[in-house]
């Protein structure tokens, strides 16, 4: 027998409200089916969607989420609520230009400004929007001075405008309000230490690691302004945010403003050294450790008849992909990947990328593993008269030339040639650096 449509409108009622009970209880999933339960009666409910929409947000499902509430807000545009979360799934989606318009039409819909401020101010920082983004700020802390949050988003916004001092006292009052806030604490550290200020970042980052901040990060901090004995390399989860957060503006940013030149120079040597070898292409395949978005690959790929790269950064890495210049693209760890492949090379080069590892053996022993007898290799490193690899302030390790001959003779890697000078500049200084090229010993590894 089939319902009534009173029957179905109490049963798509039922089923709405047992959603609700179940959302507030943080059952996600028994809610999504609630609601759904409710819609396959009802269909088209705004409220039904818009809570279908929020189920599926708590979920982590911001694709799904989006379509419930486009649909909500397609059913009833005048829905504030269903505007701000649809803003929230936007932005899970990384189109922040959407979000914030959907957070604007939460507002000129009747949502009280100050529940979508906080997602507004976040949607100006990502487009890089950051005056109007101070301005949300600004209004934001007068109505709410105690909002520690709003604080930390303050002082955030003010780094990025270059403004590191005032963004100091924001993030000092942020972590005073509120001292648990271990992003507050490892934020107010990095800035200290950009400012030199090594003692007082040892103290944020100690704070920050007893807030509960990723440990094998704010070590990795905590060794660089302290000067101890670093560990091997930054945890890979930093460098992918660090590298996937910059490719955008990697290649105008270094060669514009820091006049990076180490690809060239590599280039140079490569170009010298091989101008007896036989043939146009004079190298069989070549591999690009720390590829990034590939500013060396059209230097060295007119060089090899195959040019393959390996990197943490997926972000860089689409950007070196699309230079259409690379045989094989790897996004993984550069030791990782030199102890496994099976291709073997001719040429091996790295640019600016042992700045991100401390001790180099393992990757000297992966490199003369994937070396052909008689192949070379091409890197960079940030200078340093230690005898040991140092990590600095800068986060980037240096290294010296007596540690790297040494090493280079531990594994059959005979020094060709080497050149001396700026890389590239950080915060308007030079950076002194060194440029190397081995051979790899004519007998195989
Ligand atoms: C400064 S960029 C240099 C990129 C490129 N070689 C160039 O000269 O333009 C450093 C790159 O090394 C990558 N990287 C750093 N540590 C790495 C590791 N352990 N394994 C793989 N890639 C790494 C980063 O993701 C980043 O793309």
Known sequence: ???????????????FLAGLQAL????????????????????GRPSTLMNLGVARLHQGRAEAALQALDAAVAADPGLADAWGHRGVALAALARHADALASFERAVASGAAPDTVAMHRLLALGNLRRYDEALQVA??????????AEAWLQHGRTLHCLGRARDAVESYRHAVTLAPALAEGWSLYGQLL???GRREDAAWAFEQALAQGAEPELHRWFLAAVRGDEAPPQPPASYVERLFDAYADDFDEHLQQRLHYRTPQVLAEMVTAAAAGRAGGRPFAAALDLG????????????????????????????????????????????????QATAQRYQLVV???VFVYLGPLDAVFAG???????????????????EPRPVLRNSLRYAHGEAYLRDLAAAHGLHWQAQRSGTLREDQERPIEGLCVLLAASAQAA
């Open 193 to 195: 230490k950009e400012l």
């Open 138 to 147: 600004d209004e934001l802390l007068s109505r709410h001075p105690g909002d």
């Open 24 to 43: 507030q209880a943080g059952r996600d999933a028994d809610a999504e089916a609630a609601f759904e339960q409710s819609l396959a009666l009802m269909p």
């Open 291 to 338: 590829c990034g978005t590939g500013l060396v690959a059209p230097l060295q790929a007119p060089l090899a008849q195959a040019l393959d790269g390996v990197d943490l950064s997926a972000a860089m890495l689409a950007k070196a992909r699309a230079l259409g210049l690379y045989r094989e693209l790897v996004h993984g760890d550069i030791t990782a990947h030199l």
């Open 1 to 15: 027998m089939t319902a009534t449509p009173d029957e179905r409108f109490e049963r798509a009622r039922a089923a």
């Open 367 to 385: 490199v003369r593993r994937v070396l052909e007898p008689g192949g070379l290799f091409a890197f960079s490193v940030e200078a340093t008269p």
């Open 350 to 352: 790295a640019a600016d």
